[in-house]
């Protein structure tokens, strides 16, 4: 799940199975090993292809047709050289019914690379002090354990179509840049990424990503301080100021809520140098469009108005110039999207109690949503996600898949 203080810690234990007898069980040892195989592999944003592989493979050895499996270019469009585009695989219909998306995405954050999953209990923690990967590792486990079961045992379906991918961490941009035309028109669309089994998240928060590119006048720091400006001391009182007018972190105007920070600095080579540029990366996030827009807007002004305010001793001030752009919009599902009403019969025929849940971070379901499919995102027992602590729950993550498969086959 990208970047965000409201991926959800909320894991509800799963209760005991209800399985009718008309659906299918998976087999969830062989998916216990697809998530610990797939959670040591490396794959950050834009590096995902050894990922890819590993997913082709597992489908080619369940007897997918090579035909089947296709990747699209998104990377060819996001800011990183990404080594691969998002992985489809598209199955005709056995049975009637409207085509179903089942997706999670591929890539970690760099804090997973040289994760060692390892079991204790119902748990699993990385055995070295990196983030397991569960986030979103366990996500592709529940889909691509939904895939082969069906593809192994011919199970009849509807009309489907699997995604993974790309890109998710950096912005959501392999959702964004996805090529519509291989996914056949999905009617209803699931995405597995993070926390309860029971948890349908059917709205997420938008957001803007600032650079802010502050730019002053060098001088001799010990020789001639005044000659100089600061972008150092530009960016500081810009700072300062945003934080005591209630403008970084959580930002509440009134009945007007948001959230922001800065999340990167960088600027200076010597502190004998009056630093001439300091880079800045920000973002701006809200459920309102118009809010959202309304803190952008005070971050841009907070640096133009400190830059004027920092002179040399004959007046030249510094600058500030910021670029945006929006990362996602928000969106919220309506209650009685066929999705919405599909995941929870499934989470109840599995011994669970659905519950809606709206996010203040970004999923993949925010830009396919706002490409005309309209996503729910369920958990699958991921914890603590970009942190040493990230762990996943075993039995939450089973529970998915039992809801995942159902989902697929349409016997929720």
Known sequence: MSTTRSKSKMIRRAKPVVTADAA?????????????????IPGRSGEEKQVCDFIIDQL??????????????????TPLDGQVGNLVLRLPGTIRGPRRLLMAHMDTVPLCVGSKPTVKGKTVRSAVPTGLGADDR?????????????LRRKLPHPPLVFLWPVQEEIGLFGARHANLALLGQPKLAFNWDGGSAEKLTIGATGAYRLQIVVTGLASHAG???EQGVSAIAIAGLAIAELQ?????GDVRKGEQRGTSTIGVIAGGA????????????????????????????????????????????TGIC????????????????????????????????????????????????????????????????QMNPHMI??????????????IALRLATGTE
Not at 27 to 38: F, G, N, S, T, Y
Not at 60 to 77: F, S, V, Y
Not at 138 to 150: D, H, N
């Open 60 to 77: 080619r050895k369940a007897g997918a047709p090579a035909a089947a499996i296709r990747t699209d270019q998104a990377h060819r469009h």
């Open 270 to 313: 010597a502190t004998n140098v009056v630093t001439d540029r300091v880079e800045l990366k920000a973002e701006a996030r809200s459920h309102d469009p118009k809010f959202r827009q309304v803190i952008r807007d005070a971050i841009i002004k907070a640096f133009e108005t400190a830059a004027g305010e920092v002179r040399s001793i």
């Open 24 to 40: 299918p069980e998976p087999d969830l040892r062989a998916a216990q090993k697809l998530v610990l195989a797939l959670m040591a």
């Open 223 to 225: 020789g001639a301080p």
């Open 318 to 381: 510094g600058k500030a110039v910021t670029e945006s752009r929006l990362d996602y919009e928000s969106f919220k599902l309506a209650e009685d999207e066929p999705a919405i009403r599909a995941a929870e019969a499934a989470v109840r025929a599995t011994g669970g109690e659905p519950f809606h849940f709206v996010s203040n971070g970004g999923l993949d379901a925010n830009w396919l949503s706002a490409r005309g499919i309209p996503t729910v995102t369920l958990g699958c027992g």
């Open 244 to 248: 005591r007018n209630g403008w970084l």
């Open 138 to 150: 366990a996500g592709c486990a529940v889909t691509l354990t939904a895939a082969c079961e069906i």
């Open 389 to 402: 602590t990230e762990q996943l729950n075993l039995d939450v993550f089973h529970h998915a898949c039992r």
